[in-house]
Antibody, heavy 118, light 111 residues
């Protein structure tokens, strides 16, 4: 059984960066694809990007290109999502999820609330 | 504005069936049978209910079914139960540059 455990809530100032972690257990981490999906308060789901650890390749949604960096540490089975130049509109719950066949998500982390406020 | 269009809300009484639509374009839903559906209860992470258009993961009730016609995918829930009340999101593969797109979500109310 795959389990994804994310780091805790963060409060950040506008213009700063945040880095959220997602530690995986169960299965073989290097064979996963891990995606990041965010959900602003009262809003829908939004795909941000993915990392394919075995290939060391990351893909990003055009909206976040240049502001998001997704990485993975195979030695600790942990994926990271760093979002820079934060603004109030980035206030959201950020989820990591295991992505299968590049389009669906079968296991999800518990979510990490990132609040951007001055 | 989300890439895929879903109705904001649907409702039904216990035991009834409801269908949630998810309309995309020929660049996503219309070109690939790679639609997935997620159920999300308040304060919880989404849960995969349907993948590859109509397949159910192990443990998901057979009351949930998926289909597709043209640029529109649909999720049908039969024999509505109180615990089905939640938000539902569709998601589609959208090619090698856009990658993945979600719908705006539909709130299901069980009356």
């Amino acid at each position: 059984q795959v389990q994804l455990v994310q780091s805790g809530a963060e409060v950040k100032k506008p213009g700063s960066s945040v880095k959220v972690s997602c530690k995986a257990s169960g299965g073989t981490f290097s064979s996963y694809t891990i995606s990041w999906v965010r959900q602003a308060p009262g809003q829908g789901l939004e795909w941000m990007g993915r990392i394919i650890p075995i290939l060391g390749i990351a893909n990003y949604a055009q909206k976040f290109q240049g502001r998001v960096t997704i990485t993975a540490d195979k030695s600790t089975s942990t994926a990271y999502m760093e979002l820079s130049s934060l603004r109030s509109e980035d206030t959201a719950v950020y989820y990591c999820a295991r992505e299968v066949d590049l389009y669906y998500f079968d296991y999800w982390g518990q979510g990490t609330l990132v609040t951007v406020s001055s | 504005q989300s890439a895929l269009t879903q109705p904001a809300s649907v409702s039904g009484s216990p035991g009834q069936s409801i269908t949630i639509s998810c309309t995309g374009t020929s660049s996503d839903v219309g070109s690939y049978n790679l639609v997935s559906w997620y159920q999300q209860h308040p304060g919880k992470a989404p849960k995969l209910m349907i993948y590859e258009g109509s397949k159910r993961p192990s443990g998901v009730s057979n009351r949930f079914s998926g289909s597709k016609s043209g640029n529109t995918a649909s999720l049908t829930i039969s024999g509505l139960q109180a615990e089905d009340e939640a938000d539902y999101y569709c998601c589609s593969y959208a090619g090698s540059s856009t990658y993945v797109v979600f719908g705006g979500g539909t709130k299901l109310t069980v009356l």
